[in-house]
């Protein structure tokens, strides 16, 4: 089945540094890519969804200078969280979708701001 | 290892009942989650389950049994735009979640 392989699975980081979480679809080719935010026991919360060769669209409230997308290729996408804080600790998911079928979800990320 | 077993794909006739089985091995529980997803669209939440016993909303309910590893989501008066991929996922005892393949349910007139 189609795999989606999300690395790193868990970071701990400084507050004031940059994270970069990528999100590779392995053996399909993705056109549309959504990241997710979720903390501990509450739904996942849909960020932003990004489609190959072309800006994000951000969720609201989401600020798209603090949380970089890209989206390079049909089989990469890499979020990235810059001058992280200790608030943005969280779960973070990507999933890849297929176009017309199911999307399917990476492993997730656990990033810790300390 | 870690696992999450549902149906690849159901069938059901609008205005019946269905029910989405997820059975699960993984390693500590911190809850089990149902999502929706229409095709190339965003999952969107449906329930969350800690506690045995059936959580009810609406058209749809969900059930979770801890001992026996086993979750069901129940939709009643199935309508045509209930045709969408269910997704479970368990959290593990890392809060870690942990997600199925989905289940494409396919609604009939």
């Known amino acids: 089945g189609a795999v989606v392989s999300q690395h790193p699975s868990w970071v701990i980081c400084k507050s004031g540094t940059s994270v970069k979480i990528e999100c590779r679809s392995l053996?399909?080719?993705?056109?549309?890519m959504f990241w997710y935010r979720q903390f501990p026991k509450q739904s996942l919360m849909l960020m932003a969804t990004?489609?190959?060769?072309?800006?994000?669209?951000?969720e609201q409230g989401v600020e798209k200078d603090k949380f970089l997308i890209n989206h390079a290729s049909l089989t990469l996408s890499t979020l990235t969280v810059t001058s992280a804080h200790p608030e943005d600790s969280s779960f973070y998911i990507c999933?890849?979708?297929?176009?017309?079928?199911?999307?399917?979800f990476g492993q997730g990320t656990r990033l810790t701001v300390v | 290892g870690q696992n999450i077993d549902q149906p690849t794909e159901m069938t059901a006739t609008e205005g019946a009942i269905v029910q989405i089985n997820c059975t699960y091995q993984t390693s500590g529980f911190n809850g089990l989650f149902w999502y929706q997803q229409h095709a190339g669209e965003a999952p969107t939440f449906l329930s969350y389950?800690?506690l045995d016993g059936l959580e009810e909303k609406g058209r749809f309910s969900s059930f979770l049994s801890r001992s026996k590893g086993y979750s069901y989501l129940l939709l009643k008066e199935l309508q045509m735009k209930d045709s969408a991929s269910y997704l479970c996922a368990v959290m593990d005892s890392n809060y870690q979640l942990i997600w199925g393949a989905g289940t494409k349910l396919i609604i009939k007139p």
């Open positions: 389950n800690v």
């Open positions: 990004s489609n190959e060769g072309s800006k994000a669209t951000y």
């Open positions: 053996d399909f080719q993705a056109t549309t």
């Open positions: 999933s890849a979708s297929t176009g017309p079928t199911e999307a399917f």
